[in-house]
């Protein structure tokens, strides 16, 4: 037998071993070995057992060890890593790596981590200790009020003795046991999975919770649902159905979508075990959790992108919620979009998914309008909200202060002194955008990107939020010596100044990445706002979703334009969704909502197609002009993108790529090659960036191209001097 073996390389192929030595000849697929491979060592994945190898058998190396006797790639997510390997043309090696947890994929094996517990024995009595052994007397005490098991942590935590466990053993009246974590609750047998009543629906949301319901195997559905409209109530009300069958649900969600109140909320609702996939935890939580996702005992999941590689043993359901959020892509490396793999992943598990958004990607709505997906809607508030009232805010004659209008202040004015609370959207954070000579007119840019430093005043420097670079704010002009270098445009450090000086009686709390740096930071803030003391927010777009503010009246974005003229063709499309979630924030609960764009483009189409008639009639119109356009979702697009230290060497590889598959008819028909161009931004981080474009029709073709291109580029001369990367169905230029 040979074993041949996915290895997490750059290498576009698989490896051949023998079977270990001292092991088993065999093995399922989705099993780890580990193999020599060059000098070192490495974990690989066993993708399939063979007879023949293209290497003579005697060079082949026997793999060292197999690690699993059961597979820790599961036949569905096997068949996930290896299609989306194939699909985004990713090293197979690497896909599957990176669909494991952190430990696995060190060479822990999948276990969870047994624990030590102690235990009185049965039939111990504290009696049974002389008066005088006062502290084993206590120890005793302690175990016996722990009939489960206690560890020695906890007992010293308690108070209790650890090192005298031992001379209990030793008597007879203490034991130990191994144990390892379980998340079975108490009360979740049997079937009433719910804690807590569940709301009674709207006749919308009826209508979309049974068609989950009624969905039989495979059935994607798209729920779309203006802001406000109880979206989540239809995931709780299908999921419960899911749970009373016995079954998992995975909700995957975008990456500031998963809040504590985001888990709260599914953790009230269900007596069943809920995990929360995210960021905070350590590798090891990760590995359990993978674990109890295996095994079943975790009932309902809960994650960002990267939790579309859970496993489950019992499958029911999978929701993305959000659906169009730009976080489910994966922006390198691996460049998968989860809401993609999720689709591929319930038609493998042949149930219902459900993909929620109050402004669905173009790509999704357009599935649900030619009827590949089921399209349920969602049309009004929940409970007595009303839509928000929209207004275009014309400033084209006005004196901005720090971006503030007067007729915004005035109407802030107003809806404080009505004690309700405004939330003001930017998404640019830090003082300024630009520092600026008032002499002649430079700008302080980055060194090391074709970008202006941003200034920040808390605390002061100067940071390119590209590469990342810091310095210290400059006293004079590098250009002309001048020392009037001003600041040019607001972040939301300015805003928030300029805030405190018009409304000193009135909090101002700020939610940017630099605020809530600190932990808590965010919850602190959240926690002010939800009091419901009158208040001002203003923020970047972390406050632009998910948040449920009830006293919040006023939602203003204070530069509508940003986005409008953007050269990406998906600009317009960003730009509204990000303008709806942001007022979605206005008016939830009673009180109603209004919501003030201010722009420089009154009578910008798009914009008021979007806040007349709504984002289903902007989005339709916009599906015309990318239909006219041939572009995505009527094509199909593949990005190469290329890098290297010096200018024009990434744009000249990139060309004689083109050259070759041109002169090899390597494209299908009808296919186009746009560029090669420098990218936007051409430098960055201090490295000089082109792309090439390759647009189809269809898909299968344009995939087997790349193929081709990829042992083009591999064997091209000056692969060594500049880095390429794909990117399949990319989502930015
Ligand atoms: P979405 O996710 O669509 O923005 P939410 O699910 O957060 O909306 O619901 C918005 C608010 O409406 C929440 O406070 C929720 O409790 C409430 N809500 C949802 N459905 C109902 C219902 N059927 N009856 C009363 N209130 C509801
Ligand atoms: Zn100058
Ligand atoms: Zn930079």
Known sequence: MIFRVAIPTPLYRLFDYRPPIYGPETAEPGCRVRVPFGRREVIGVLVSLETESDFPLDKLKPALELLDTEPVLTADLFRLTSWAAHYYQHPIGDAMQQALPVLLRQGQPARFQHQTLWQAAADAAVDQLSTRAERQRELLSLLLEHPQGISTDALRAEGGNPTLLKTLADKGLAESFEHHPVL???????????????????????????????AQGFTPILLEGVTGSGKTEVYLQAIQRCLEESKQALVLVPEIGLTPQTIARFKARFRVPVLAL????TDRQRLDAWLW???GS?????GTRSAIFTPLKT????????????SFKQQDGFRYHARDLAIFRAREHDIPILLGSATPSLETLHNALSGRFQHLR?????????????????????????GLSPPLLKRIHEHLARDTQVLLFLNRRGFSPALVCHDCGTPVDCTRCDARMTLHRQPPHLHCHHCDRQTPIPRHCAQCGSGQLRPAGSGTERVEDRLAVH?????????????????????????????????????????????????????????????????????????????????????????PGEVVLQTFNADHPMLNTLVHAGYDAFAREELQLRRGGHLPPFAHHCLIRAEATRQGLAENFLLSLRELAQQQQLLPQGAQCIGPFPSLMEKRAGLFRAQLLLQAGQRKPLHQALAVLIGLMQAHPEARRVRWTLDVDPIDS
């Open 184 to 214: 079975t609750h108490s009360d979740d047998r049997g079937a009433d999975v719910l804690r807590e009543a569940p709301l009674t629906l709207h006749d919308e949301q009826l209508a979309a919770v049974e068609a989950v319901n009624q």
């Open 503 to 591: 409304f000193p009686d009135t909090p101002i709390l700020r939610v940017d990445r630099d605020s809530t740096q600190r932990k808590h930071a965010l919850e602190r803030i959240m926690e002010q706002v939800h009091q419901g003391e009158p208040c001002i927010l203003v923020g970047t777009q972390m406050l632009a979703k998910g948040h449920h503010f009830p006293r919040v009246t006023l939602v203003a974005i204070l530069d509508a334009d940003a986005g409008l003229f953007s050269a990406d063709f998906r600009g317009m499309e960003k730009t509204a969704q990000l303008i709806l979630q942001v007022a979605g924030r206005a008016g939830r609960a009673d009180l």
């Open 293 to 295: 996702a295996r095994e």
């Open 315 to 326: 499958p029911g359901l999978i929701i993305v919620d959000e659906e169009h959020d730009g």
């Open 298 to 302: 975790a009932r309902i999941l809960i």
């Open 378 to 402: 969602l049309t009004r508030r929940a409970g007595n909200a009303k839509p928000p009232k929209f207004e275009l805010l014309d400033i084209r004659q006005q004196t901005l202060d720090a």
């Open 278 to 281: 995210h960021s905070g935890m």
